[in-house]
């Protein structure tokens, strides 16, 4: 299928599937014209690519994580996602433990200034 019918189907805009393929993510093979033709299962790997990119992996750990997604889909298949999963999870909890303090202090000041 060419870029347009991928893009059709799974939402993801045209830039959008350059970008993954630019970043690894995505592969596609030349016609003789130079379109893209893209694999019958690339609708599922746009659709996994962007539920990981939406639950806030970066997509240098996308390209890592995506072939532990298709398939099998068994974790033993690829014993370092959890760790690094589990990893990402606690940058963004202590990132949001900071930007809570933040917040408290923020109010605070607020509250104690009110006129």
Do not use: F, H
């Not at 589990?86 to 408290?104: F, G, H, I, M, W």
């Amino acid at each position: 299928m060419r870029i347009g019918e991928l893009s059709e189907r799974t939402g993801a805009s045209p830039r959008s599937l350059r970008y993954y393929e630019q970043q690894g993510l995505l592969s596609s093979e030349r016609s003789l014209n130079g379109y893209r033709e893209y694999a019958s299962n690339a609708v599922a790997t746009v659709e996994t690519i962007r539920a990981l990119l939406d639950i806030g992996l970066p997509s240098t750990l996308v390209r890592e994580v995506l072939p532990c997604t298709v398939g099998e889909r068994d974790e033993s298949a690829c014993p370092d996602l959890l760790a690094k999963i589990a990893e990402l999870r606690d940058d963004v909890q202590s990132k949001a433990a900071r930007l809570n303090a933040v917040e408290d202090s923020l109010s605070t000041y607020l509250a104690a200034n009110a006129s």
